[in-house]
């Protein structure tokens, strides 16, 4: 099924016990979304998934590697400490990432989720040195990354520490890389600005979820910049796959057994070689 800008109609869940789709209208069972991986069980509308939930749905057993993160406020933009603090009550979590060590089947693989209820899963300076910790504990323990973005970009409450971080957790996984590990990037709904101009574009193998907004910047930025109409839909995962960019859509329900299958390829070309 189409959805038609689907950026704007994926929903943060509220800490109640039904919810209303913004798609189809229809009141469901929070309950229901959580078992069927956060799709609309009326109309197949893919919700925000929370990182620990998006763990759940890949890992067998797992452990958290992430640091417990302390409050940041680089440049003590107004009002941001005492917004972290709501945000954490809000969401439940700590921070806009988290990072897991565990098994898909017989396979162990790292997993690394951004979170975009927390600040739209806007990357600063916690989430920047997460990221590239994750890939040096997978080099060191020898073991494949996978990547669930979701973004929208730089946090702007901590201005140049944050866009420092796009070359932070590029270093991480060209280290990662070098030492032949498998990368695999899936970009979820939305992933955009530095998130996608750095680590989420540059794995082995890059996938995303069925209708994700996928880009730098917005439409009307890029039309006033280059002075020239866009093409319909331009920032859509279908067109992006069409051009070139993803390697595969793969639906929210079939991830799980896809990365798996992955794994198993990459290992056994390995071996041979």
Known sequence: MKFE?????LLSFAKSSTITCSHCKKEVKKSAVEKSNYICPNCNLYFKMPAVSRIKSILDSYDVISKNPDIYDPINFPNYKEKQVDMRKKTDSMEAVLSAVGNIKDERVVVC???????????????GEEISRTFIYAKENNLPVVVFSASGGARMQEGIYSLMQMAKTTMAVNEHSEAKLLYISCMTNPTTGGVIASFASIADIIISEPHAHLGFAGPRVIKQTIRQDLPEGFQSAEFLLEHGFLDDIVPRENLKEYIYTLIRLHKNVRTIN
């Open 113 to 127: 989720v951004m979170d975009p209820n927390y600040f739209m899963g806007s990357m600063g300076s916690y989430v």
């Open 5 to 9: 800008n689907i950026g704007s109609k």
